[in-house]
Nanobody
Framework: QVQLVESGGGLVQTGGSLRLSCAAS????????MGWYRQAPGKQRELVAV??????????STNYADLVKGRFTISRDNADLYLQMNTLKPEDTAVYYC???????????????WGQGTQVTVSP
């Protein structure tokens, strides 16, 4: 069973920076993608950034939501995931969730795994 634990959230002023971390544990046969999502009060959960595994072609690819391009950077170190957030804005306030999508076993379906979330609050 894969477990994800986020950390690094907190309160920061507009223009400040935070670095989120996601520590992954447990066995996964194949990871297809790792990403960060966020959910603000009264809104649906949305994708922030994702790293997709390159597979046999090699090389991971990254994608960002338009609202965070140029300000946020996603990275991974083996199964640990990070999100560097710079030039934060009040509209970035949300609970941020780590996600891993992949196959826990060589056969069968893929699954989404989620962390418990970490609160990011940006004050005006």
């Amino acid at each position: 069973q894969v477990q994800l634990v986020e950390s690094g959230g907190g309160l920061v002023q507009t223009g400040g920076s935070l670095r989120l971390s996601c520590a992954a544990s447990g066995y996964m046969f194949r990871i297809d993608a790792m990403g960060w999502y966020r959910q603000a009060p009264g809104k649906q959960r949305e994708l922030v950034a994702v790293i997709s595994s390159g597979g046999s072609a090699g090389g991971d690819s990254t994608n960002y939501a338009d609202l965070v391009k140029g300000r946020f950077t996603i990275s991974r170190d083996n199964a640990d995931l990070y999100l560097q957030m710079n030039t934060l804005k009040p509209e970035d306030t949300a609970v941020y969730y780590c996600n891993v999508r992949g196959y826990p076993r060589p056969t069968g379906d893929w699954y989404d795994y989620w962390g418990q979330g970490t609160q990011v609050t940006v004050s005006p």
